[in-house]
T-cell receptor, first 113, second 115 residues
Framework: GDSVTQMEGPVTLSEEAFLTINCTYTATGYPSLFWYVQYPGEGLQLLLKATKADDKGSNKGFEATYRKETTSFHLEKGSVQVSDSAVYFCALSDRGRDDKIIFGKGTRLHILP | GAGVSQSPSNKVTEKGKDVELRCDPISGHTALYWYRQSLGQGLEFLIYFQGNSAPDKSGLPSDRFSAERTGGSVSTLTIQRTQQEDSAVYLC?????????????FGEGSWLTVV
């Protein structure tokens, strides 16, 4: 079945460091891919998305490119801030199967000032 | 409404009691999901409603859990005879199937504590 695998956390970085959170997926159809973020004490918010191969989603300085050849959707940011501390979830929605959304286990990110 | 609305936002209940959690999805959204997030854990799928189709209940952890969606809109998740391991955040989400890049939108969650 469809699945999402993302790097385990916690990830701890200093402010202004470069961030990569890896995410790979398996899907039988043609999924849309998402990154959701959960700030402390808050609900999940959509961070960015990509609906087809080679699309790049971007928001708040974060980027992720839909790589069909490597089945990946890695999240990157060039210079992280303390306010980026949160849990990040990679997810897919397999449009061809009209199915439930599959989430990764989440990666907790700590940014040190 | 403007977003997915869940109530109550916080619920403390005694072990063995029944609880009902409510979700009001975004107006016009045809698909509705319930997830559970335990402390420090990822998102556990519970149940999925899509239009008039039979719901996908494959994630419900036991027969103490049930959910219904009335009139294709509001949904209620019911947990009977609550146990301490039911303590978690219960998240509801909705989406407009086949549109908006299949993006789902989450509510703030209902924080359930069973004591």
């Amino acid at each position: 079945g469809d699945s999402v695998t993302q790097m385990e956390g916690p990830v701890t970085l200093s402010e202004e460091a470069f961030l990569t959170i890896n995410c790979t997926y398996t899907a039988t159809g043609y999924p849309s891919l998402f990154w959701y973020v959960q700030y402390p004490g808050e609900g999940l918010q959509l961070l960015l998305k990509a609906t087809k191969a080679d699309d790049k989603g971007s928001n708040k300085g974060f980027e992720a490119t839909y790589r069909k050849e490597t089945t990946s959707f890695h999240l990157e940011k060039g210079s992280v801030q303390v306010s980026d501390s949160a849990v990040y979830f990679c997810a897919l929605s397999d449009r061809g199967r009209d199915d439930k959304i599959i989430f990764g286990k989440g990666t907790r990110l700590h940014i040190l000032p | 409404g403007a977003g997915v609305s869940q109530s109550p936002s916080n619920k403390v209940t005694e072990k063995g009691k029944d609880v009902e959690l409510r979700c009001d999805p975004i107006s016009g959204h045809t698909a509705l999901y319930w997830y559970r997030q335990s402390l420090g854990q990822g998102l556990e799928f519970l149940i999925y409603f899509q239009g008039n189709s039979a719901p996908d209940k494959s994630g419900l952890p036991s027969d103490r859990f049930s959910a219904e969606r009335t009139g294709g809109s509001v949904s209620t998740l019911t947990i009977q005879r609550t146990q301490q391991e039911d303590s978690a955040v219960y998240l509801c989400a909705s989406r407009l199937q086949g549109a908006d890049g299949n993006t789902i939108y989450f509510g703030e969650g209902s924080w359930l504590t069973v004591v």
